[in-house]
């Protein structure tokens, strides 16, 4: 060890000091022997070249002791990186596309990876977020729904799995007295809940036990970036008092890094309590979900088992309705990026055919420099090279342009994720985290040392059997245009050729589904319809009546203005899916069983609604004036609802519905009218069984106003603003947007996917098409002999198309039979992500099919063309 | 030579007195009596090798004849070094010489 460090020291530091020394030295030592020549009697000159003489080959000493202080391997090492820079210079063209082929396939990898480790792998930014758990309650019917508070407060005391627990739900309040009138975000939270994320106050502090309990004024934590923006970053924040929805909360403290509430952002957190209604009865939902740290060594079922325990104990000492309820647990982790998981893991695997790709085609084109280098290394090894260091120079040359191509991949990647993150749907939890840090840099850089050691080792194992003599004597081509090599570079094109017919099934399959949710009929006409969407402060509307009031002087303003054709108003419009569902039944028809009782979607409408949106009535008429809070209880139903109980929608009309099913008290109402399907969830997803109350029965506060006008949405959008400020100014507006957009805003997440998909088949056919073109190419090149003697015995152009065409047949017949049988096992991973086709749609198979047919003849054009104009007199001369 | 040998020689040579490289090659072959006549291709890369594992150390010093050379001389480790190779080589030259005299 220590000689190995004396070495290296040397080898760079004291080597010419060592130099100078040896030297004198060795000059040291001719003297003695010059110095006994002369006493011996000789004359100085004779004595000089005899003490020569004898002491040898000054040159080769000095040669032999400087190699006992060298790195012999650091040295040659160095010399390959010499060598392999010069190879990368002396032919720029290929190693421009070796460098491009792999900047695409690393960079893609990386990108797409570094999504997937911001998203799905990088800890949680809380202490233990690992184990942290995301807890609710399930029934029969639904899983994780909200926990009841009693539920809470006996998990929270009676538990033995659990380090902590705190329950959180989010809120819309508004804030007042501070220019204007601002819709903003509450995190509604028990005291632990800063505990268990790990949050510290910048100034003041944040909620105690104390807080728990009703005071007055009411006390209020915010966020950072909330003080920061809306509250002028006021030093003197702490103690001020802030008007949400009319009442005022103290500020008690500023966050120092908000804790993130997990899937939408948030500007303060206020203290979370129950109702008195919640307080008192074991089975009334808020829509509370419950935040748990497991303790060390405690596992997800374990605390699942124990939690389940103090819920069977409570059904035995409360019996209720909700007696079969279990807990609903999953890790924080899991439970924020399900359904993510899919999405990413065919976007990865869609990456990883087109690094296969990249590599296939390195290799191959590494294979093919190798035939026409394989004169170079058989003299080489001629004169003495070892085996060993031609096969480690040819390695290190080829992990040189790998690590080129690496690094200019990651410059890639830099770019992409950029675009990447601008464009990816907004939904997806911590993605605009996503950067190149040292874990994505780490696996880019492993990616790229397998992809160096895959594509050097391939032509040196595929050239293992070649003997070098043999080689010497052959002519200029050489190793590789054996049997071996050729099978290999066909292989290689079967493979890209298959993956290309792969990534364009799954890209056209998911393109197709695209664009058929997005034709897709939503059930009314989104064309020229504004959608304003309002949550009505609730300190200055309180009552129904005035609730009501202010939607309709509002709608009766905004018809009056000019352009506008009709207006509306619904409590969940399409598209914004879930606001609400409950049980029930329909009292007419058998009582289902307790585990059996359906659920609906609920929403609100006002008369002018379905007239605004045209949406389309099936049967009866849609709410009306008439419908007043005092009259008999009406309720419209959808045409999904009406086809799960009725073969005939207007058998509905004048039965009756049990809100809250059977076995829970609830309303009766009755259907007077059926309305067609609209998308509740989305443009793409499958229609759900809904029921709308007229607004003057369910008074709700929060409504989209629908407004259906004439020219130019801009001046439309403006004419509202100055409506809404001239009828009431601190009602804030939550967003107002064309409904087409809102719409579309659906589909952001299945559009992210194909788009990406189809960039990335894009660039699989333009590499296959270069791999399958390069080994064509070659093919011609080292047959042009061959080729030449048949022109010269008579045999036509078509004779000789025929004959490269048959290669170039058989190639492709392989890569799409492959192909194909690829695409159908593809089919079933992606068949959750298909809209309105089945996952293995012939038509796309057909399309990929014959896109990929096509990509083969194109690059089949070229070296066809060259065989054909291969001129027999010139070749045959060459030879 | 046999591998090694010559180091174990060079250190034998400076266990007397320090010496300069001229001066162990010198003595190498006097005391075999001319058998080895050192090269001096293997004596510099040799002594190289000792000075790197600090077996041996080397100074500049004027000879007795007014002539400046560099004198190497034993370390610490370089002494415990020739003892260990010392009784090694004791061993083997007496194994040898068994088995060869067996052979009548």
């Known amino acids: 060890m220590r000689a190995l460090w004396s070495k290296i020291r040397n080898a760079f530091g004291k080597r010419s000091t060592i130099a100078l020394e040896l030297d004198e030295e060795m000059d040291a030592h001719l003297q003695f022997l010059m110095d006994e020549n002369l006493e011996r009697g000789m004359r100085p000159d004779e004595a000089r070249t005899a003490a020569r003489r004898e002491f040898g080959n000054v040159r080769s000493v000095r040669e032999k002791t400087y190699r006992t202080w060298q790195f012999p391997r650091l040295e040659s090492f160095l010399q390959d990186l010499r060598y392999g820079l010069r190879g990368i210079f002396r032919t720029p063209v290929f190693s421009l596309v070796v460098i491009l082929t792999l900047a695409i396939g690393i960079g893609a990898n990386t990108a797409i990876f570094s999504t997937v480790y911001a998203v799905l792998l990088k800890p949680l930014p809380y202490p233990a977020g690992e184990r942290l758990v995301w807890l609710g309650e399930s029934s029969a019917k639904a899983t994780g729904i909200s926990v009841t508070w009693i539920n809470f407060e006996h998990w929270q005391s009676d538990s033995r799995s659990f380090d902590g627990m705190a329950g959180f739900q989010n809120a819309d309040l508004t804030l007042t007295g501070r220019g204007q009138a601002l819709l903003t975000h509450a995190g509604l939270v028990t005291n632990r809940f800063f505990q268990l994320t790990g949050s510290r106050a910048a100034l003041g502090r944040l909620f105690t036990a104390a807080d728990d309990k009703a005071e007055k004024p009411e006390t209020v934590v915010v966020t950072e970036s909330f003080w920061a923006k809306t509250l002028g970053a006021d030093p003197q924040i702490v103690g001020k008092t802030l008007t949400l929805n009319g009442s005022a909360y103290e500020v008690v403290g500023v966050l120092a890094r908000d804790p993130g509430f997990f899937l939408r952002p948030v500007d303060y957190y206020l203290p979370l309590r129950p109702s008195a209604a919640q307080a008192a009865k074991r089975d009334a939902h808020g829509s509370m979900r419950v935040l748990g740290l497991l303790k060390p060594g405690v596992t997800l079922a374990e605390a699942r088992t124990d939690l389940n325990t103090i819920l069977e104990r409570l059904a035995k000492a409360d019996p209720g309705p909700e007696d079969g309820h279990r807990v609903y647990a999953a890790f924080l982790t899991d439970e924020r990026t399900e359904g993510l998981g899919r999405v990413f893991v065919i976007l990865m695997s869609a990456v990883a055919l087109v690094l296969l790709l990249a590599c296939a085609n390195i290799a191959s084109l590494l294979l093919i420099r190798m035939t026409t280098r394989a004169r170079e290394m058989a003299i080489r090894t001629a004169i003495g090279a070892g085996r060993s260091r031609i096969a480690r120079q040819l390695v290190t040359e080829t992990l040189l342009i790998t690590a080129i191509g690496g690094a200019a991949g990651v410059l890639l990647a830099h770019f992409c994720l950029r675009l990447l993150v601008q464009f990816a749907p907004r939904d997806i939890p911590r993605l605009a985290e996503a950067t190149l840090n040292v874990p994505v840099l780490l696996f880019a850089a492993a990616v790229t040392i397998a992809v160096g050691l895959f594509c050097a080792l391939a032509p040196i194992f595929s050239s293992g059997g070649v003997n070098l003599s043999i080689l010497l004597k052959e002519s200029t081509k050489g190793a590789g245009s054996n049997r071996v090599g050729h099978a290999i570079r066909g292989g290689l094109v079967v493979a890209e050729i298959a993956m290309a017919v792969v990534l364009l099934f799954v890209s056209g399959i998911l393109m197709r589904s695209l664009y058929l949710a997005e034709a897709a009929s939503p059930g009314f006409d989104s064309s020229d319809l504004l959608a304003l969407e309002l949550q009505l402060p609730s300190g200055k509307y309180k009552a129904d009546a005035a609730i009501l009031d202010f939607y309709n002087r509002l709608e009766d303003s905004l018809r009056a203005q000019p352009g506008v054709e009709s207006v509306g108003a619904v409590n969940c419009p399409p598209g914004a899916g879930d606001c609400g569902d409950w049980w029930y039944s329909v009292a007419e028809k058998p009582t289902p069983a307790r585990d059996d009782v359906p659920l609906t979607l609920l929403n609100v409408a006002d008369p002018q609604y379905f007239n605004a949106m045209k949406i389309r009535l099936v049967a009866g008429r849609g709410p009306s004036s008439e419908d007043r809070a005092d009259g008999p209880a009406v309720v419209i139903i959808n045409e999904e609802l009406a086809h799960a109980w009725w073969k005939d929608a207007r058998s509905a009309i004048g039965q009756h519905i049990k809100l809250g099913g059977p076995y829970m008290k609830g309303p009766v109402l009755e259907i007077v009218g059926v309305a067609g399907n609209v998308p509740q969830m989305g443009l793409d997803s499958a229609p759900y069984p809904e029921i709308y109350f007229p607004s003057a029965q369910r008074v709700s506060s929060g409504m989209v106003v629908a407004i259906r006008t004439h020219g130019d949405p801009e001046q439309a959008a403006a004419m509202v603003r100055r409506t809404l400020a001239l009828i009431d100014q601190d009602v804030p507006i939550q967003s107002l947007k064309p409904f087409d957009e809102r719409l579309g805003a659906t589909l952001k997440q299945r559009r992210f996917i194909a788009v990406l998909l189809a960039i990335f088949a894009g660039i699989a056919v333009l590499l296959a098409a270069i791999g399958c073109y390069g080994v064509l190419n070659y093919w011609v090149s080292s047959r042009r002999q061959d080729i030449a003697i048949r022109i010269a015995m008579g045999a036509g152009s078509v004779a000789i198309v025929r004959r490269i065409g048959r290669q170039a047949a058989m190639l492709a017949a392989a890569g799409l039979a492959m192909g194909l049988v690829g695409s159908w096992l593809a089919s079933r991973w992606i068949a959750s992500m298909v809209f309105g086709i089945t996952a293995h749609d012939p038509a796309v198979l057909g399309f990929a099919a014959a896109g990929a047919l096509m990509m083969v003849m194109a690059a089949a054009a070229f070296p066809l063309w060259r065989a054909v104009r291969v001129s027999p007199i010139e070749t045959l001369r060459e030879a | ?104």
């Open chain 2, 1 to 104: 030579m046999l591998q090694g040998t010559l180091e174990v020689l060079i250190l034998r040579c400076l266990k007397l007195q320090a010496n300069h490289a001229y001066g162990i090659s010198l003595f190498l072959q006097q005391q075999s009596d001319s058998e080895f006549v050192v090269d001096n291709g293997s004596l510099y890369p040799a002594i190289q090798r000792l000075l790197q594992r600090k077996w041996i150390q080397g100074q500049w010093k004027t000879s007795p004849n007014g002539r400046r050379a560099r004198y190497y001389s034993l370390t610490a480790a370089g002494r415990k070094e020739l003892l260990r190779a010392t009784s090694k080589w004791q061993r083997f030259a007496t194994a040898m010489a068994k088995i060869l005299a067996s052979e009548g």
